[in-house]
């Protein structure tokens, strides 16, 4: 069974930074992505970043230039190091990864998420 563990959430004030880690356990084969998403109340998940295995990245629209996600590949760990955060990015953050299994099926995989709270 593969398990996602985030950490680094926490209350921050508008400009602020926060590092999120997330560390991936169990049998993997291999990764095709790892990335983050966020949830804030009564609105739908939505993807924040994702890096595929290889190195390319993709950035919402409104976090490109303050967000930056990264691997560490012989950890399998990712992380999202936010700069100038705003009120706007308060939300539940969750850890994703997209995996091979040793008998060749593809998974999604969740965190349990980790809030982040941007006060004004």
């Known amino acids: 069974q593969v398990q996602l563990v985030e950490s680094g959430g926490g209350l921050v004030q508008a400009g602020g930074s926060l590092r999120l880690s997330c560390a991936a356990s169990?049998?993997?084969?291999?990764?095709?992505?790892m990335g983050w998403h966020r949830q804030a109340p009564g609105k739908q998940r939505e993807l924040v970043a994702v890096i595929i295995t290889g190195g390319t990245t993709n950035y919402a629209e409104s976090v490109k230039g303050r967000f930056t996600i990264s691997r560490d590949h012989a950890k399998n760990m990712v992380y999202l190091q936010m700069n100038s955060l705003k009120p706007e990015d308060t939300a539940v953050y969750y850890c994703?990864?997209?995996?091979?299994?040793?008998?060749?099926?593809?998974?999604?995989?969740w965190g349990q998420g980790t809030q982040v709270t941007v006060s004004s």
């Open positions: 169990g049998s993997i084969f291999s990764i095709n992505d």
């Open positions: 994703s990864l997209n995996m091979r299994t040793w008998s060749g099926r593809i998974l999604n995989v």
